[in-house]
Each structure stands twice: as C-alpha cells, then as structure tokens.
C-alpha cells in the first residue's frame, strides 16, 4: 500500500491525472472490487477500461499498441494481449504451466479472435469499452470467474473480441504447488458453474446467430471447461488402470496411444523450447485433471466450495533476495506437506501396474507406472518451490 501511495503521490506532483483507490472489504472478491471502482464520478469520463493484476508488469508502449483497435473499430469490446511469463524457469512446475497457458493463447483465443470474434477475457492484460460492458450490465459476483461472465455476456449482445499476440505482458506463474491447485481449483469450478447459470439464457439469446450459441454453449464450455478435464482423469487415471483387472476389456490402441499422441504434439508445439517436456507435461496433466474434475463437479452442482476464493499467492524475487525476509515461511515437515488425494490415486495406479506387470499379456504397466510416478510425487509434495 505504502509502495503505491508513494508512486502514485510521484506521478500526483508532475500533473498526471491519477488516483489510488481501495475499499475497505472484500465483497465479491475481484468483481466486487472492479464493481465497487466503476461507481467513481470520474470513471464517466473515460471511455476504455484497462486491467492489470498485480504482478503484471505492461509495456511503457501498452496503451499505443492496444487503444488503436478500439478506436478505428467501434464493434470491438475487448483487445487482450498475451502474457508473458518471466519466471517460466523457475521449476519444473512452471515450465508445465508455460506450456499449458502458450496452448491456451494459441488454440483458444488466437483461435476464437480469427474464427468467431470471441474468446473469454483472461481477467488481465485486457482493455474493455467501457459503454460494452455498462450494455451487458457490468460485473457481476455470481461466479468465481468474473472475466468470463462479463465476456460471454458481452459476448451475446454482437460485440467482437480481438486477441494481439505479438503484445505480450509479462506476469508471474504460481511456483508453489499448493498455490497453483488453488487457482486451478477456481479455473475449473466458476466455468462450470457458470455454465449451470447461463446456458438457458445464451439458448434464448436473439442477438447472436445459432452457430454462434452453438459455439459458447458446446465447443466453448461443454467441450473445453466440462468433458476434457472429466475425461482426462477419469480415463486415463480410473479407467485405464482398472482394466488391467478385466482381461475382456480390450481398449484399442488408436484411444490409448495415437490419437492422444496426435493431440499431444500438437499442444506441444506451442512452446516448442520445452518439447522434450512433453511427457512429464502429460503426467502432470493428468495428476491435475483430478483436481479440475474435482473442481468441475462442485461448479456444475454448487457444492460447498463453489464460491471459494484464495488468492493465487506468488513470490516475486523473494526465492532471489533477502529484501523482504518478511514473507518468507516456515520449512513444512514432510507431513503437512502430504497430498491424500494424489497419494491414494498413486497407490492404487501403482497395485495396477504391478498386476499387469506379473499377471497382463501387454505392456501397459510402463505407462501405468510414470503416471503413478507422477501422483506420488504430487502427493508427498516435491513439486514446485
């Protein structure tokens, strides 16, 4: 707080139009916060809305290469740039993340910028018009995951989206493992629920064409936040291995190794520095597509943690510095740092594999004992910083 009073005060002294705003609750998390900032007299001035989280570090040139589009195109809502990671070779764990975030860039939004326009606003590095947002009715709290709502929303009322990726800002990956279950916890759950609370009214919808609902409701949430994370884990992690145990069941080759294969590489090359990653990537995805399948259930049924909001903690160069020995924490003992689920799940992949290794006529145990590998290891902790 001190640190933003100071700068802001300096910019204050040069004449520059600036403000520091904080309220004093956390109602509704971030979209209360957006909404409670918007009710400022002189927001009515302005006609765009520019979003940074905190550890996002924008360009001096962000605001020249970005606003131009809105200018000159006046059916443009949203112009998002592309993040940047600046700690990406901290661990293992945010390489993974690199990898599945350059992923997302390339095949969801640079995809849905060129073929429909849309695509759901990351929450961050984004600029909004301002009179788009007041059409869709603003923020809204109902879910954990504003950014989407508002998208979709504005989304249905005709407003077009564009994605610049050669703007990139650079912004922070979650190196502790804890942190990053907690945000995927949230990225899985509020799309979901989300997905509970609109689809009858993007079904409804009479601004947009059909092919365009068809594209939210199915390829946009069914597809991409409901059946691949259920899928993933539930397949490879629960149905693969038990089938070891009935011989009967033949699983064909194309569903167990090509065609995941062919999806694999072809995610892979989105960051084609870390391909040689690629299968420790994958059974780490798979280790995660527990928690989001977790995380996709409470959403589509409102369990209890539906509305669960932590902050993704990050620790900028405080791994590198003692400049603020302050936040750093006390070492864990091995047993607070002990993940029951990924424990369990390993042990059971584990007595898999071993089955089919004494007992199976394939080789089927090879890659039931990585996976294992990779749930234990997730379990007793030893992943990130």
Not at 259 to 268: E, R
Not at 319 to 328: G, Y
Request: net charge positive.
């Amino acid at each position: 707080m001190e640190l933003i009073n100071m700068e802001c005060a300096k910019w204050a002294s040069r004449d520059i139009n600036i403000k520091y705003e904080r309220r004093d609750n956390r109602n509704g998390y971030k979209a209360g916060a957006l909404k409670h900032g918007m009710r400022h007299s002189y927001v009515k001035q302005c006609n765009y809305l520019v979003i940074f989280d905190a550890d996002f570090q924008p360009e001096p040139d962000y605001l020249q290469r970005t606003i131009p589009f809105l200018i000159h195109n006046p059916e443009l809502a949203l112009v998002q740039a592309r993040w940047k990671f600046v700690n990406a070779n901290t661990c293992l764990l945010t390489r993974m993340q690199e990898m599945s975030l350059n992923y997302h860039f390339m095949a969801e939004q640079q995809s849905g910028s060129t073929r429909h326009a849309f695509f759901g606003f990351n929450g961050t590095a984004g600029v909004w018009r301002i009179a788009a947002m007041e059409e869709a009715g603003g923020w809204k709290d109902r879910t954990t995951v504003e950014d989407m709502d508002l998208a979709v929303r504005v989304g249905l009322l005709g407003w077009k989206f564009v994605f610049i990726n050669d703007v990139e800002v650079k912004s922070e990956l979650p190196s502790q493992f804890k942190a990053f279950r907690f945000q995927q916890h949230r990225w899985s759950c509020g799309p979901a629920n989300l997905f509970r609370k609109m689809t009858i009214e993007i079904i409804h919808n009479q601004r947009v064409k059909i092919w365009k609902k068809f594209y939210v409701i199915y390829s946009f949430f069914f597809l991409r936040k409901i059946i691949i994370h259920s899928f993933t884990f539930f397949f490879y992690c629960v149905i693969l291995p038990t089938s070891v145990f009935v011989p009967e069941v033949k699983i064909p080759n194309w569903a167990t190794i090509y065609v995941p294969s062919v999806i694999t590489l072809l995610s892979a090359i989105a960051t084609p520095r870390s391909f040689y990653l690629v299968i420790f990537w994958v059974l780490f995805e798979n280790v995660m597509a527990m928690h989001r399948t977790k995380g996709t259930l409470i959403g589509l049924f409102e369990g209890g943690r539906v509305n669960e909001w932590v902050v993704t903690e990050k620790l900028g160069d405080t791994l590198a510095t003692d400049l603020l020995p302050q936040l750093r924490k006390p070492r864990y003992g091995f047993l607070e740092r002990v993940n029951s689920k990924e424990m369990v799940m390993g042990i059971y992949i584990l007595c898999c594999a071993c089955y089919d290794f004494f007992f199976g006529n394939a080789f089927l145990y090879l890659y039931l004992l990585m996976q294992s590998a990779a749930f234990l290891i997730s379990g007793v902790g030893f992943v990130g910083t």
